[in-house]
């Protein structure tokens, strides 16, 4: 196995607005240079709007927040130090982008950014495992990747996904927005090109039976323990002796044309101080690991910029009650099923939202307890 961790350098932040997360993964970046006294810190604002004079200015490319002309000029931009030299890696195989970024980031020690969920999400890697070291000729597997993702907001998640899971979950699809770059996956990369390409194993995450909760948590303790996810400094509180299990959540994820077909579940598997209580004495969730809810395979192991809380059933209840302006006993009998689809309400797999169902109206509530009439597709690099 060969691995290259640059997170202890990269700031995790999180997107200050709702278009910001390609500010906010340049602000990472920038903040994050291999030499200390190369890192600067800019303002999201200052990014954003540094950001918005370099977009494409071809009208097929109309309507991206952050589009990758405009967050690699932004980067090259900002007071670089001589050598250093941001480009765009962008192409129709996946395989190949993914290897441009894995090849310069273990060869320059520079984060990149890259785009994710059909062009929708920026999100900057950090971090990665591979079969053998990403040089050039070479074919690695991609074994895990590690993400700093800006959302949610204002608090951002540092991510450890499975190779397999980044494959078929994150990085699963091509640009769909018209324009330069459809059909194509792209990244930020500090900088030329090597042959070569990463791969990663292709699991089933569909299943004939779910597993029980009971079960879940036995599996996060096991990779907790088979990857030894306590001895990364970004999740050691998992060792910590007033640090326990709360609730495994069941989650069905789908996207947005999923309709009739089928659809994988995983298990997120939360992690707290025994005493750390917040609003309503719900439990602060510190670290998160998610499983296959068929298999038990290890996906994910998150953990917040900040303590977070998960919303109960009763609460997304009571948020949808008030809107409905109805009484919550009401509606104790909706179905409410926690649901994850890449969308204008999230991107992170960690935070689910509530789908509920009252007669034959459905409604989403987020875990920050904000209220849905629809699912919407992000917007370009939102």
Known sequence: ????????????????????????????????????ADRLFYTQLDVWNTIQTFNSASPADAGWCTDPFGLRDCLQSLANPAGVHWVVFSGASRDWVLFQMLYWMNTREYPSAVLINEGEHWVVIVGFTTDVEPLAGTSPVLQS???????????????????????????????????????QYAAVVEPPTERGSVKAEIVDRIGDRLLSPEEALKYARRWIAELRLAENPRYRLLRHEE????????????????????????????????????????????????????TGNFEEVTAFGRPMRFLSRGEALNVVAGAMHVDRREIEQAQAALMFVHSDITHV??????????????????????????????LAGD
């Not at 009739?260 to 995983?266: D, L, M, N, T």
């Not at 509530?365 to 904000?370: A, E, I, P, S, T």
Request: hydrophobic content about 40%; glycine content about 10%; aromatic content about 12%.
């Open 145 to 183: 990747i590690i993400i700093h993702d800006p959302e949610p907001h204002n608090v951002g998640t540092d991510t450890l996904m499975s190779g397999a899971q980044w494959f078929s979950g994150p990085w699963n699809g091509a640009i769909r927005f018209a324009g330069t770059w459809l059909g």
């Open 1 to 36: 196995m060969y691995t290259r961790d640059l997170s202890a350098n990269v700031p995790l932040y999180g997107q200050e607005q709702c278009c910001w997360c390609g500010a906010a993964s340049g602000q990472m970046i920038r903040n994050g240079y291999p030499n200390a």
């Open 349 to 378: 797999r960690t935070m689910p939202f509530w789908r509920v169902m009252v007669a034959d109206r459905v409604v989403y509530v987020d875990q920050l307890g904000k209220l849905y009439g629809k699912l919407l597709p992000s």
């Open 243 to 294: 640090v326990e299990a709360l609730e495994p959540a069941l989650v069905r994820e789908e996207l947005l044309d999923a309709e009739g077909k089928e659809v994988a579940h995983y298990y997120i598997v939360p992690f707290g101080f025994r005493h750390d209580l917040r609003e309503c004495g719900a439990r602060a969730v510190r670290v998160a690991v998610l499983v296959n809810a068929y």
